[in-house]
């Protein structure tokens, strides 16, 4: 199948049936997750994958008791860094320089610009910055589990505070941003599941300027 394809298979499920994904193919959404692009190549986000029943449950209540928490086999928490600091951007270039065999400082001019950027800006601005950053990861995420036939239910509807708390978010320079549910659905009992999927006409969804 092509990935439109796949797109047009998937569905934010609504009831899933506690099947549990197989290991290689959680990793494989992962890594699309990983290989996403970011702002300056910052990869200013982190994955938390949860298969511990125990902590879905206790996820569950702070999720305004959606079943998918439970009844998923695996949770993606997709979590930005709470502020840019000078070191974390310094870590990112040094990697870089690293990795592609440049010498030490090869992208001073572009970094202490990049970080003058940032160095006026408020936490919040930070934040909401590497927020926007994870949600290219995400949505790469979405599609691999697409590719996968795996369900996928994303969520936003959580409080951020206290699954931040729960998970030990603040210890990590971390806050959540959004968590994707992952699992099979549950056919007899999903109302969603034979719905048809509803999209803006691509008519009204492309503005053609050419």
Do not use: C
Not at 22 to 47: C, M, N, W
Not at 149 to 178: C, Q, R, W, Y
């Amino acid at each position: 199948m092509s990935l439109v394809e796949d797109l047009q298979w998937r569905y934010a499920t609504k009831k899933m049936n506690g099947q549990a994904v197989a290991q290689e193919k959680i990793d494989y959404i992962v890594e699309a997750a990983r290989l996403a692009p970011t702002s300056s190549g910052l990869h200013p986000f982190r994955i938390i994958e949860i298969s511990n029943p125990e902590l879905k449950a206790k996820i569950q209540p702070v999720a305004y008791n959606q079943s998918q928490i439970v009844d998923a086999s695996h949770l993606l928490v997709f979590a930005a860094y709470d502020e840019y600091t000078k070191e974390r951007v310094d870590a990112v270039f040094a990697q870089q320089e690293v990795e592609r065999g440049l010498p030490a400082g090869f992208a001073n001019d572009y970094k202490n610009m990049l970080w003058g950027s940032f160095e006026k800006q408020s936490k919040d601005q930070h934040f909401q910055h590497a927020a926007r950053q994870a949600y290219i990861g995400f949505g790469l995420a979405i599609a691999a589990a697409a590719e996968l036939h795996i369900d996928a239910t994303p969520m936003e509807g959580f409080v951020n505070d206290e699954v931040d708390a729960l998970l030990g978010l603040d210890k990590l320079g971390l806050k959540s941003v959004t968590i994707l549910a992952l699992g099979y659905r549950d056919v007899e009992n999903d109302w969603l599941v034979n719905m048809k999927k509803v999209r803006i006409p691509k008519e009204d969804f492309v503005i053609n300027l050419s």
